[in-house]
């Protein structure tokens, strides 16, 4: 369906719900690093995530490797606090990629900045 991608996502617990949405949508979650927790099975078990295992998940160490292992056409969309335009105004297609920045910073100011027509509000 989506692509889900959380970049340096730094609480368990929100990843997690995060990858539960994913399963239950059967879209893709990527994990952008570096994490502010580790993905081994026992800080998983502890956060109560049994399902993880069945999450379809990709690690990659940087944005800039996620979107140049994509398709030319793959479409990005940033969602921010930090957009004039709001989610809802976009018809998004299966396969688009919808990227979330850390819990306490958001996105970089420079990724928003170069992709205004992309970055959305929510």
Not at 72 to 81: E, G, S
Request: net charge neutral.
């Amino acid at each position: 369906m989506f692509n889900v991608v959380l970049v340096e996502p730094e609480i368990p617990p929100n990843t997690g719900n995060i990858g539960r949405l994913c399963l239950a949508t059967r879209s893709t979650l990527h994990l952008v690093g570096p994490l502010g927790f580790s993905t081994d099975d026992r800080t998983l078990k502890r956060a109560g995530l049994d399902y993880w295992a069945e999450v379809h998940l990709r690690s990659w160490d940087s944005l800039g490797a996620l979107q140049a292992a994509q398709a030319a056409n793959a479409r990005f969309f940033y969602l921010t606090t930090k957009s004039d335009q709001p989610y809802h105004a976009v018809q998004f297609r299966p396969g688009d990629f919808l990227v979330f920045g850390r819990e306490t910073k958001g996105l970089p100011e420079s990724l928003l900045a170069a992709n205004r027509e992309r970055s959305l509000t929510i």
